[in-house]
Nanobody
Framework: QVQLVESGGGFVQAGGSLRLSCAAS????????MAWYRQAPGKQRDLVAE???????DYADSVKGRFTISRDNAKNTVSLQMNSLKPEDTAVYYC?????????WGQGTQVTVSS
């Protein structure tokens, strides 16, 4: 099992930026990839961005060109730099560690973007 702790959420005006961070502890050697998901009220939890151990990245179409995922393997952290934020980016953002066929979730951090 991997424990994940997110930080960096908050309130920002449209057009602004936020940086989310996630620190992993526990069975870190079992992690294949790390990702950020988000869930808005009344909606399903969707993938925002993912980064593999090899550094390959994948982004949701809605955030391409605005968000950047990065990973520091030495510090066991993954970050999400979010620029040009829009009100529709408002959601709880969750860090996710993929361990083969399963994964572990962080507790989530709220991001609110005002218009």
């Amino acid at each position: 099992q991997v424990q994940l702790v997110e930080s960096g959420g908050g309130f920002v005006q449209a057009g602004g930026s936020l940086r989310l961070s996630c620190a992993a502890s526990g069975r870190r050697f079992s992690i294949n990839a790390m990702a950020w998901y988000r869930q808005a009220p009344g909606k399903q939890r969707d993938l925002v961005a993912e980064i593999t151990n090899g550094g390959s990245t994948d982004y949701a179409d809605s955030v391409k060109g605005r968000f950047t995922i990065s990973r520091d393997n030495a510090k066991n952290t993954v970050s999400l730099q979010m620029n040009s934020l829009k009100p529709e980016d408002t959601a709880v953002y969750y860090c996710y560690a993929r361990l083969g066929a399963r994964g572990d979730w962080g507790q989530g951090t709220q991001v609110t973007v005002s218009s």
